[in-house]
């Protein structure tokens, strides 16, 4: 008989400790901080994407040849999505300046069975694109600012990510020193135009949508803003 009355007192006390833990873990619950909650998981958290800024490419493609940049991929993005509405394209191509293949291409003409080495474009790219006829051009995208561009010695094809006219000694201020030769190429006109550091030249205002090939004496990382 006494033994049975001592297994329920036991039974009891382990009933009345178990009472206690649980409610002492509620209240502490409560009382616990935002952050431990998120690294234990007991709580959800919201995470913000922050989509860049609308920003459409709209200009003209001269017949023949123009060397051209996007601005408005705001991301890599796949070839069709930049240049497939282009009704007159003939080719384009991309200048790969530490590739073993320096050129790369893509020609709309070519049968379906030859291999196209051009595939995605981006903001940081200059493109020389072939037309059969003039065309305007529209493509809506996105502004990422700011942009940084490596350079490797020698001749790079680069592009213009931004939506801004800058002269040229304030648009190469981050290269200053590490380049010998700025030139691009005005469809319009048919004539190239270039700039030398301290010494100026035809080619005094950087502007958007084109492509500019950079003789760098130096690798270095241009920063666009």
């Known amino acids: ?78 070839l069709n999505d930049v240049v497939g509405n282009i009704t007159e394209l003939e080719a384009i191509f991309e200048y790969q300046e530490e590739s073993s293949d320096l050129w790369k291409s893509y020609n709309p003409s070519l049968p379906s069975f030859v291999i196209q080495d051009l595939e995605m474009m981006t903001r940081t790219e200059g493109y020389w694109i072939r037309m059969d006829a003039s ?13 940084s561009i490596s350079l490797v010695s020698g001749w790079n094809l680069a592009g213009y990510p931004t939506n801004e006219n800058k002269t040229a000694t304030t648009a190469f201020t981050t290269i200053q020193g590490n380049f010998e030769e700025v030139r691009t190429y005005n469809a319009s006109t048919d004539v190239y135009v270039s700039y030398v550091p301290g010494v100026g ?6 502007q958007p949508y084109y492509g500019y090939w950079i003789n760098a004496n130096a690798s270095d990382v241009w920063v666009v803003d």
Request: one cysteine or more; charged letters at 15%; a negative charge.
């Open 1 to 78: 008989m006494n033994k049975n009355i001592r297994k329920t007192e036991e039974i009891l006390i382990i009933i009345s400790v178990l009472l206690i833990l649980t409610l002492t873990f509620i209240v502490f619950e409560k009382t616990l901080p935002d952050s431990f909650q998120k690294i234990t998981g007991r709580a959800m958290t919201t995470v913000n994407v922050t989509l860049p800024p609308p920003e459409n490419c709209t200009f003209t493609l001269q017949s023949g040849w123009n060397l051209v940049s996007f601005f408005c991929i705001s991301n890599m993005a796949e």
């Open 135 to 147: 065309e305007n051009y529209n493509f809506e995208g996105g502004l990422r600012l700011p942009t």
């Open 201 to 206: 030249g035809a080619l005094a205002t950087i």
